[in-house]
């Protein structure tokens, strides 16, 4: 079981960027695949990106596409999200999660060891 550990949010103007970091425990994390997610008051836990375990393919949903970049540092045991240009819309909480396979996958249900989350709030 992988243990995780996000941080890196806050409040921020629209236009605006922030950079969450995941810092995980345990030495299979650099075999798992990445996946970032975020949940909305009232709404459903959404996929945001993912990054594979080996070669830095990256997964990211539309919403997020050329504004957000995932990253992993190896050495760090780490993942990351970079957010710019970020709007009232990406206010959520964001989480970080590993999925046992190598591949950046974007179903929620691929996932398995979750971190306890970070806000994001965007204001107009």
């Known amino acids: 079981q992988v243990r995780l550990v996000e941080s890196g949010g806050g409040l921020v103007q629209a236009g605006g960027s922030l950079r969450l970091s995941c810092a995980a425990s345990?030495?299979?994390?650099?075999?798992?695949?990445v996946g970032w997610f975020r949940q909305a008051p009232g709404k459903e836990r959404e996929f945001v990106a993912a990054?594979?375990?080996?070669?830095?393919?990256?997964t990211y949903a539309d919403s997020v596409r050329g504004r957000f970049t995932i990253s992993r540092d190896y050495t760090e045991n780490s993942a990351y999200l970079q957010m710019n240009s970020l709007q009232p819309e990406d206010t959520a909480v964001y989480s970080c999660?590993?999925?046992?396979?190598?591949?950046?996958?974007?179903?929620?249900?691929?996932?398995?060891?979750w971190g306890q989350g970070t806000q994001v709030t965007v204001s107009s």
């Open positions: 999660a590993t999925r046992p396979g190598i591949r950046p996958l974007d179903q929620i249900s691929e996932y398995e060891s």
């Open positions: 990054i594979s375990a080996t070669d830095g393919s990256t």
């Open positions: 345990g030495r299979t994390f650099n075999m798992y695949a």
